[in-house]
């Protein structure tokens, strides 16, 4: 069993308050879970407005297969948000 993890230090340019850098995280995390079954949550900076760490955190039978999980996190992220700056840290357990 591998276990693998992104952390996501995710920059929101456009965010003037705490609200609408909540709900520009809230679709971030409702969009992964949904789309790949990953666990989702942000784990530090919450009450900075425009700074976010979010990690996924996702199980799998082999390291391919973490791996493909993850790197398909990525795209994702990196084609449905183009408008954030996102800086990525990947580990593989």
């Known amino acids: 069993m591998m276990i693998g993890s992104l952390v996501m230090q995710i920059h929101i ?5 705490l609200k609408e850098k909540r709900m520009v995280i809230r679709s ?9 079954n990953v666990s989702v949550s942000e784990v530090d900076n919450q009450d900075l407005w425009q700074l976010a760490t979010v990690a996924v955190v996702t199980v799998a039978p082999d390291k391919n297969q973490v791996e493909s999980i993850l790197q398909n996190v990525v795209n994702f992220i990196y084609s449905n948000f183009p408008e954030l700056h996102i ?3 990947k580990e593989i357990f």
């Not at 340019?13 to 308050?17: C, L, P, V, Y």
């Not at 971030?28 to 790949?36: A, V, Y």
């Open 13 to 17: 340019h456009d965010a003037g308050s």
């Open 28 to 36: 971030i995390k409702e969009k992964l879970r949904s789309k790949f």
């Open 87 to 89: 800086d990525v840290s």
